[in-house]
């Protein structure tokens, strides 16, 4: 899902913006020998904004900026500027950068005794990388685009030509095949609610996409909800139902062709092995706040998983147990939306954060910690929010600028027209 259609980094004293500067690219750090256990959040954790709360929180979750942003406003609010002026420089060691309007008003509200030391640890301006190329663009019927992939090879598929690419539609409810002539065709006879994450199952040679009610619309009525095969609705077994009330959204496969959904509105992460017909709990709502970006470790036996606001999770698929990926390098491992493994890398689209960008987290051999870090493209000019894709090769095809602000419960805005959606390549090495 978008990440940040339900899950905003919430502002600090007006509009706040945040980016992850290019001085840390390249760093490396031992790696920490034992993950710790994942604290289970809920709406509840949201709602923390005392003190002492959040304190905890950010001992609990060391590396969400989302938290250190409300740590510091309890922290103003509470009158500890000496804890504040800690939180700015922890900020500013992760390359954050506010917006123009909380430059300004930050040192003025922390008082004269602290404001140039306040002021010195703002960064002005974000560093902006700009590395990908469009590959197509699909025209503004197309509608709320939040997925995409280039169209397999091995994809069984009547119409000729073959299309290009095939993306997910959220308020067509349908995927959208993409052609070179640019123009697109939906398949939008499966009966299905927001489709949003769409993967290749290599196993049995499979188009996967997930349908969910995940933009606040109403559901229609008898709308699937769970997994389906593209080009293979005629066999009623090509349906991999939810469990009641769960909507999924990303999606990946494990290498013998298991598929993982997430739940990032009622919390849940999900699988079914291949041949099943319904999707069973990995771990049930209530260990995660909103899962969105999945990846499978390279040895198989793990998950990764992006809780929105928290950072990022490992679920041992064995025992189920839940633990979470660290690092000693200053990075933020929170605003994950889209996520896939590359080699021994975490490629993340972090639209949480403001400049947005897309990052490469280097694993340890035990996969259980980030020991490296590459910056590959961040604040784009032509980004509204870069959302989620698929992995081609060496390169990410991803959704350049996602639209989710320009519609409401499935609507377009009043006043905000939908725009043509830019389908991008970025290189990966």
């Given at each position: ?427 990966l090495d």
């Open positions: 899902m978008s990440r940040a259609r339900t899950e905003k980094v919430r502002a600090f004293l007006g509009s706040i913006a945040l980016t992850l500067a290019g001085s840390t690219a390249g760093l490396a750090q031992d790696a920490v020998t034992q993950a710790p256990p994942w604290h289970a959040v809920n709406e509840e954790a949201g709602k923390v904004r005392d003190l002492i709360g959040l304190q905890e929180l950010a001992s609990t979750f060391p590396d969400s900026g989302t938290i250190r942003l409300r740590l510091l406003n309890a922290q103003w609010e509470a009158g500890e500027l000496g804890a504040l002026l800690e939180t700015l420089a922890w900020l500013n060691a992760r390359g954050y950068v506010f917006s123009e309007v909380s430059q300004s008003q930050i040192p003025k509200l922390v008082g004269e005794d602290y404001a140039e030391r306040a002021r010195a640890l703002l960064i002005p301006e974000a560093r902006v990388v700009e590395t990908s190329e469009v590959i197509a663009t699909y025209s503004a019927d197309a509608g709320l685009l939040e997925s995409v992939m280039r169209f397999p090879a091995g994809a069984q598929i009547s119409i000729v030509p073959r299309p290009q690419l095939i993306a997910t539609s959220i308020n067509n409810r349908a995927a959208a095949a993409w052609f070179q002539t640019g123009e697109h065709i939906f398949f939008d006879d499966y009966g299905l609610d927001n489709v949003s994450g769409i993967v290749w199952e290599p196993v049995k040679r499979s188009i996967w996409v997930s349908s969910g009610n995940i933009d606040g619309s109403a559901k229609t009525e008898g709308a699937f909800s769970g997994l389906v095969r593209l080009f293979y609705s005629e066999d009623p077994r090509e349906r991999i139902a939810m469990p009641a009330g769960a909507n999924p959204s990303d999606l990946t496969v494990g290498q013998d062709g298991t598929i993982f959904a997430s739940d990032p509105i009622g919390g849940g992460v999900y699988l079914a092995a291949p041949n099943d017909t319904e999707m069973q709990a990995l771990v049930p709502p209530g260990t995660f706040r909103s899962p969105q970006g999945l990846a499978a470790s390279k040895d198989g036996g793990h998950l990764y998983v992006s809780d929105y606001r928290y950072g990022i999770a490992i679920i041992d698929l064995e025992s189920r147990e839940v633990s979470r990926l660290t690092t000693n390098l200053e990075i933020i491992l929170d605003g994950v939306d889209g996520m896939w493994r590359y080699n021994n890398e975490l490629i993340v689209v972090q639209n949480g954060t403001s400049p947005m960008r897309i990052a490469a987290l280097e694993l340890a051999e035990d996969g259980m910690s980030v020991t490296g870090y590459r910056l590959l493209e961040q604040a784009h000019s032509e980004w509204t929010e870069p959302l989620s894709g698929n992995l081609d090769g060496d390169t990410l095809l991803y959704v350049g600028n996602g639209q989710w602000d320009r519609y409401v419960a499935g609507e377009p805005a009043q006043d905000k027209a939908p725009l043509p959606t830019q389908i991008r390549r970025l290189l």
